[in-house]
């Protein structure tokens, strides 16, 4: 189980703790939402050197905290410049995603229409988020994307699932607004 040590992991830590010990996931991610945005602007929490590292063929992602007792972790993704992700799901966990550092770029998709493996969606609104902000998704409104826009510089953002996020469904362009669902696996990079 990851648990790297960064100045101001316990401070973090404790705070995660209360707010995930809210009540109910919407109580929980309120909570969440509101303790990272204070964390991320607290100036005794700065997150391991290596989350600024970005990985040349794709976003990385690096958990650096998992509860052992409440089961929520904690992965840092690194954003190059243009990296970003297909319209994906949370295969039901919920989740709450904090800018760290630079500028993304995070679209939401509302589903239409389900045909077996072939979903309909549609934009349904979008923001360009900076540094302190941050947001919740809550199965079955968990269908989005997130984008370094950026070609000059790194984004770092923070992500607190349920639990651990280790799949995904994506959802592959094919047709005007249908998308063929595709399993994902999602592996982490390595954190030090």
């Given amino acids: 189980m990851p648990d790297i040590d960064f100045p101001g992991h316990d401070k973090l830590v404790h705070a995660l703790d209360q707010a995930v010990s809210a009540g109910d996931e919407h ?3 309120s909570a969440l939402r509101n303790t990272l945005c204070r964390m991320i602007r607290d100036r005794d929490v700065s ?3 290596c989350v600024f590292d970005p990985i040349d063929d794709h976003y ?7 509860s052992p007792e409440l089961g929520y972790s904690v992965v840092a993704m690194t954003w190059g410049p243009g990296q970003g992700t297909p319209v994906h799901d949370h ?3 919920w989740c709450v995603e904090g800018v760290w550092d630079g500028e993304l770029e995070i679209t939401q998709y509302e589903l239409l229409e389900r ?3 072939r979903f309909r969606f549609r934009a349904a609104g979008g923001m360009v988020a900076g540094p302190g902000s941050a947001g919740s998704l809550i199965p079955p409104h968990e269908y989005h994307t997130i984008r370094n826009t950026r070609q000059d510089a790194v ?3 923070v992500h607190i699932y349920k639990g651990p996020m280790q799949a995904c469904s994506m959802f592959v362009p094919e047709d005007g607004e249908w998308f063929a669902r595709v399993d994902k696996c999602l592996p982490t990079d390595e954190a030090a």
Avoid: F, H, M, Q
Avoid at 60 to 66: L, N, P, S, T
């Fill in 115 to 117: 045909e077996g493996d």
């Fill in 47 to 49: 997150l391991p050197t």
């Fill in 91 to 93: 295969c039901g966990l």
């Fill in 60 to 66: 990385a992602r690096r958990e650096i905290y998992r």
């Fill in 27 to 29: 109580a929980v991610t």
């Fill in 155 to 157: 984004a770092v953002s």
